[in-house]
């Protein structure tokens, strides 16, 4: 019975014991499948073990789509039992569980694995590299972030999951008030994910100041590398904050430490402080990124250079030093008192201006612009009004004295999603329907492409708007149900139905999948788009060195100088080319170190004692292994460039 009672789930429903009988026999399926078509050892050769930036993206995009469905399975469980007053399809406990779990995969693993996708897609052809700087540790990242993302969402069928709201508030996340593993989960899986986020930081603030190709000065790199490059030194400061208050958090559960207790000097605001100091900046994290696609998307079916480069980068370096300055906003109503108050409401409108520079610099570029109205475009387009909607009701959040008002009600939940959806989201899709050709050699259906954005941009409006009204109204967040009395059941409903709606346009994605692997033609060039960027000249698929010869640069758009004024981006003749060896260790890793999570989460010190001396051991015996890597030699290169010119 005690086995029972610390490895099931505290709360059970016939929703997750359905879930976890739809789990088992997923894995039964994959398991079959893999050994009845003999694939085992090709999961391992080209997939597990690979150090390659591209197949490392791939990997991210598939674990950012899988969670978007999770996610977004846990969102419209949200509108379901907001729907109509006094509901009993969620208790109050389950409700907790899912608004948590919904807002932890949405931000740390749907979103950023998203943006990383793209970093490890896009960054280094754009720049003219053959690899990021340490492919090893790429790999590293990608499976700590992968196990940190398994570790978290196996909770909701051993011993439940965490129910403290996605910020983990204590002394509400303490032992105290959260006392099953559900927040342990919270804790340990995060750290481990969020290791890996750092190393990627470190990975490309290296790949991006060292590998550059030559010619291409900081400013003349394209905007989404510019980007990912702040994003990155985001990262670097941002993180670390993180890992040290989820190492706190973890000492007071599982120690008893008081680092956040309200007895014994604990400090309930130091966990508040530390998570919105890493909390704010993960934000710009996500959307610096977004803009940067966005400033590709436009440009490039504008038919013209980003108007505005330079304020476009100085932009954003304003908005990465503004996001460390910010937090405080978040505790207006927590007595603060009026002079830090304002201190934190100029700060965080100032952010205002940097964005809307950004605003006016891509409708500026659409000016005169020769507009193809493709999907990413589209995205895009639609974009603009949305997400400036989102930074208007910001700026009025941002108004200390007014979030009296505003403050822990569902006009913050719609301002915030106001910003997310369209800026990341939109975004995400967009540069995915854009790169798409150059993953996997063919094009997404267009007509279903647009439908897709209309209607999550519709259902979007529906899902949301009605939340700024009964937000205003008094509607509070995080609470499961509502009186008939309040009045507020008919917006609410109004929200379930754009949430269904888009969850229709997110099932028309993966139809569009299929139809296009069925359907679309395979018989594209490898800039399909006519775009202006490092990546673009490549072939597609993109051979295992990205260049045969690395590319030279005279300007910010390299390929589109090339096109039109007869640049020539590939000088010299092909040499042997040195590429890094798989390798099985960074995966073999991170099983370590989810045996080592899974231990401490429920106290089990034996293995997590054991596990934690595994750690080291990888460590170490990577500190001694000679691998200088291989060549490959000319005479491959040709052949391969030769195979890829007549595809």
């Not at 990912?228 to 430490?257: E, Q």
């Not at 299929?514 to 993109?542: F, K, N, Q």
Request: glycine share 8%.
């Amino acid at each position: 019975m005690d086995f029972f009672d610390r490895f099931a789930v505290p709360h059970p429903s016939f929703a997750i014991y359905a879930s976890m009988v739809a789990i088992g026999l997923t894995t039964i399926a994959i398991i079959a499948g893999l050994t009845y078509f003999k694939k085992w050892g090709y999961l391992w050769r080209e997939w597990i073990t690979t150090v390659d930036h591209k197949r490392i993206g791939i990997m991210y995009l598939i674990s950012a789509l899988v969670m978007l469905f999770r996610g977004g399975v846990d969102g419209i469980m949200l509108r379901a039992q907001l729907a109509v007053p006094d509901n009993t399809l969620l208790d109050s406990q389950h409700y907790n569980e899912i608004f948590t779990t919904h807002g932890v995969v949405m931000i740390l693993f749907m979103a950023m694995p998203f943006i990383m996708f793209f970093m490890n897609l896009v960054v280094p052809l754009q720049i003219g590299a053959r690899d990021v700087a340490f492919p090893r540790l790429n790999a590293l990242s990608f499976w700590l972030f992968f196990m940190g993302a398994m570790l978290f969402n196996i909770s909701f069928v051993v011993g439940g999951s965490p129910d403290a709201g996605w910020t983990s508030y204590f002394p509400l996340a303490s032992e105290e008030f959260s006392k099953s593993v559900g927040t342990n989960y919270y804790m340990i899986a995060i750290q481990i994910a969020g290791i890996g986020t750092l190393m990627t930081g470190i990975n490309f603030i290296t790949t991006i100041m060292k590998m550059r190709a030559p010619g291409m000065t900081l400013m003349k790199m394209p905007m989404f590398t510019w980007s990912a490059l702040i994003a990155n030194l985001i990262i670097v400061f941002a993180f670390p904050v993180l890992t040290v208050a989820l190492a706190m958090g973890t000492m007071d559960r599982l120690f008893g430490t008081h680092f956040f207790t309200l007895d014994n000097g604990g400090m309930d605001m130091l966990w508040a402080n530390l998570f919105w100091v890493w909390g704010h900046p993960e934000v710009y994290i996500l959307i610096l990124p977004a803009f940067g696609l966005y400033s590709e998307i436009i440009s490039t079916f504008s038919g013209r250079n980003l108007y505005g480069y330079k304020s476009m980068v100085w932009s954003m370096v304003l908005i990465s030093l503004l996001s460390f300055l910010v937090w405080a906003h978040h505790f207006f109503t927590m007595g603060q008192g009026a002079f830090t108050n304002s201190i934190f409401s100029i700060t965080t409108m100032i952010i205002a201006v940097p964005t809307g520079v950004k605003i006016f610099n891509w409708l500026l570029t659409l000016r005169k612009g020769k507009i193809r109205m493709t999907t990413p475009m589209l995205y895009s387009m639609l974009f603009i009004p949305l997400f400036t909607l989102g930074g208007v009701t910001g700026v009025m959040l941002a108004m200390s004295a007014a979030d009296y008002q505003y403050h822990n009600t569902m006009f913050l939940v719609a301002h915030f999603h106001n910003v997310i959806i369209p800026g990341v989201v939109f975004a995400m899709l967009a540069g995915l329907t854009y790169y798409w050709p150059k993953m996997f050699g063919f094009m997404l259906n267009e007509r279903l492409g647009k439908w897709t954005a209309w209607l999550l941009s519709i259902g979007f409006v529906l899902a949301f708007i009605p939340m700024y009204i009964t937000g205003l109204d008094g509607q509070v967040r995080r609470s499961f149900t509502y009186s008939e009395s309040t009045g507020f059941g008919p917006l609410n409903m109004v929200s379930f139905v754009g949430a269904g709606i888009m969850a229709i346009g997110f099932v028309l994605i993966v139809y569009n999948i299929y139809y296009s692997i069925r359907y679309a033609s395979r018989d594209i060039s490898a800039d399909p788009w006519d775009a202006r960027t490092l990546e673009w000249p490549t072939h597609t698929p993109v051979p295992e060195y990205n260049f045969a010869i690395v590319p030279e640069v005279k300007s910010s758009e390299p390929f589109w100088d090339a096109k039109k004024h007869d640049h020539k981006l590939f000088k010299g003749e092909i040499e042997k080319i040195h590429m890094p060896n798989n390798s099985g260790m960074p995966f073999l890793m991170s099983c370590v170190f989810f045996v080592w999570g899974f231990s401490l989460i429920f106290s089990l010190w034996i293995p997590a004692i054991i596990t934690t001396i595994g750690i080291f051991i990888f460590m170490t015996l990577r500190s001694f292994e000679k691998d200088h890597g291989r060549y490959i030699p000319v005479k491959e290169i040709e052949e391969t460039e030769s195979e890829l010119r007549g595809a």
